[in-house]
């Protein structure tokens, strides 16, 4: 199994929800012969022979559940890929506010910080060219 590690605990994460709700899959889930590594080199050779680069969440774990629902299941040769997780992160509101205290301070920190820039700075003395007229010849 050559997919991301993130891919294979989200995988692992799901399953181990979904056996601890379901007795019935649970049992399933336990056999000795199956594992995360081959359910996961599975779906990758499944994603692969659709042809297709994105999936739903239920559709990859609908996959997971019919490998270990299944006995006799080919999971395919292993394949070198990367996979994307793409997942929503819900933060709590204390989360929200301490990043919102973040984002100010730092805004504030800028602001600051251009002021200080804007003393340190001094106008540049500006000298008035006179260019001669042909009256001056």
């Known amino acids: 199994m050559k997919g ?6 989200t995988i692992k994460a799901f399953l181990d929800n979904k056996a601890a709700s379901d007795e019935l899959f649970a ?3 336990h056999k000795p012969h199956k594992n995360i590594d081959d359910c996961v080199t599975y779906v990758l050779n499944w994603v692969q022979s659709t042809g297709c680069s994105g999936f739903s969440d239920d559709e990859i774990y609908g996959q997971c559940i019919h490998f270990f629902d299944e006995d006799n299941i080919d999971i395919g040769k ?5 996979v994307v997780v793409n997942h929503h992160i819900e933060l709590t509101e204390e989360e929200k506010a ?5 984002a100010i301070r730092q805004y504030q920190d800028e602001e600051i910080q251009k002021m200080k820039n804007r003393k340190k700075a001094k106008p540049a003395q500006t000298q008035t060219i006179v260019a001669p007229t042909l009256f001056d010849f």
């Open 78 to 82: 292993e394949i070198q890929c990367k």
């Open 98 to 102: 301490e990043a919102r205290q973040n």
């Open 27 to 29: 049992q399933s889930y």
């Open 4 to 9: 991301t590690e993130h891919f294979k605990q």
